[in-house]
């Protein structure tokens, strides 16, 4: 960068401290950063003035815009302490003012993105801290996040996936992880899973969704956030293991033996569950 392009770069850091200059700066942080990463890099404190009293209105103006955009590997990497930090605090105490999207949506989409395109896992510290604090926004947003942005787009495919660098079976593995944790996670996080079923294609493959998916439903308590894809292909999923069929539409239907107060069926969705359920009596006697 020329320097007085620093200088004035600088100058704004100590000077302007309106939300939309900072929501700037932490927007467009990775053009600076690339084009002059020592200089960006000796001036994090000041672009990010984590926990410093006086400064809370800066931090968080500056860390949305950042949030804001895009995901580089090279930048998360450069701020592993920021979302760390990002992580330990309360949502109670962000500033109450509109945001261009929650604080809370946003770090969790970027970390989908750091598990989905590169090394985020269980047992990095990143991960463990993000689903060991009790965050029911970010976690259910993780989780949706993922179908949206990778399952149930028009363009999803094995092709796709080969060309974009990223693993469906890492994905997959996600899924096994969260059903089976020890971890105390909130039921509304389960609740993300509905944009996990294309309705037009098989993505996952039907025999381990049609598994999960009726685990997931008892650890949401049958809240779903979307089930169009779910019951385009409760079908196919019956044909493959009726008994988890039949058990995804219970968890659908019922909470405790009775109406499921967390769930209501869409006003066509009896086309695709009706015969399923006629099937299954039929059977039965």
Do not use: C
């Not at 200088?7 to 401290?17: G, K, M, P, T, W």
């Not at 330990?88 to 999207?101: A, H």
């Not at 779910?230 to 019956?238: D, E, G, H, V």
């Not at 058990?247 to 009896?270: M, Q, T, V």
């Amino acid at each position: 960068m020329a320097d007085d392009v620093k200088r004035l770069f600088a100058h704004i850091l100590d000077n302007e401290s309106s939300n939309a200059v900072r929501f700037v700066i932490g927007h467009y942080l990775a053009t600076f950063y690339f084009r002059d990463v020592p200089f960006i890099q000796s001036l994090m404190p000041k672009i990010f003035p984590k926990g410093e009293v006086g400064k809370e209105k800066i931090y968080f103006a500056t860390w949305e815009g950042y949030l804001a955009n895009s995901l580089y590997k090279e930048l998360y990497d450069e701020l592993r302490d920021y979302y760390a930090y990002a992580i330990t605090l309360d949502s109670k105490n962000y500033p109450e003012r509109k945001y261009l999207k929650g604080l809370d949506e946003t770090l969790a989409a970027h970390l989908a993105l750091e598990y989905a395109h590169f090394d985020l896992a269980p047992g990095d510290p990143i991960f463990d801290s993000f689903w060991n604090t009790p965050n029911a926004t970010r976690h259910y947003e993780f989780a949706s996040f993922i179908g949206r942005h990778y399952l149930t787009r028009d363009i999803a495919s094995d092709k796709w996936f080969e060309e974009n660098k990223v693993s469906k079976q890492k994905l997959i593995d996600f899924w096994d992880w969260i059903l089976s944790t020890d971890i105390a996670i909130e039921p509304k996080a389960f609740s993300g899973f509905g944009f996990w079923i294309n309705p037009d294609k098989e993505i996952i493959p039907d025999t381990v969704a049609v598994e999960k998916m009726a685990t997931t439903l008892s650890k949401s308590h049958g809240e779903i956030d979307w089930d169009y894809g779910l019951l385009r292909r409760i079908n196919k999923f019956a044909e493959i293991n009726p008994e988890k069929a039949l058990e995804i539409i219970k968890g659908l239907l019922l909470l405790n033996d009775e109406i499921n107060p967390n769930h209501r069926l869409y006003f066509d969705a009896s086309r695709q569950i009706g015969g399923l359920l006629r099937s299954s009596v039929s059977t039965k006697i």
